[in-house]
């Protein structure tokens, strides 16, 4: 069975760090593309960071230069470190593979809660 569990959340003040983890299982880990998603109170999911199966990278504009991305096949796992976090942070982040390939396989984690706040 297809799973993604995140890990790494939690409470922070403006300026701290966090890494979010987000191991998987069930499915070809190194083929997917991996990508973590927030969403604020009262916002729309939006797309923070992605790593393809052959490690091209994006972000954001709110979180370039803040956040890293990265992957670790043998490990089946995908972090999000992200540094000098800003209220505007705060939100429940999700993890997502996708192949590619054949839309249908298509899986998210239960997403783990990330509160900014002095």
């Known amino acids: 069975q297809e799973l993604l569990v995140e890990s790494g959340g939690g409470s922070v003040q403006p300026g701290g760090s966090l890494r979010l983890s987000c191991a998987a299982s069930g499915i070809s880990f190194s083929l997917y593309t991996l990508g973590w998603y927030r969403q604020g109170p009262g916002k729309q999911r939006e797309l923070v960071a992605s790593?393809?199966?052959?490690?091209?990278?994006d972000y954001v504009d709110s979180v370039k230069g803040r956040f890293t991305i990265s992957r670790d096949n043998a490990k089946k796992t995908a972090y999000l470190q992200m540094t000098s976090l800003k209220p505007e942070d705060t939100a429940v982040y999700y993890c997502n593979a996708k192949y590619l390939p054949n839309p249908r396989y298509d899986y998210w984690g239960q997403g783990t809660q990330v509160t900014v706040s002095s």
């Open positions: 790593i393809t199966s052959d490690n091209s990278i």
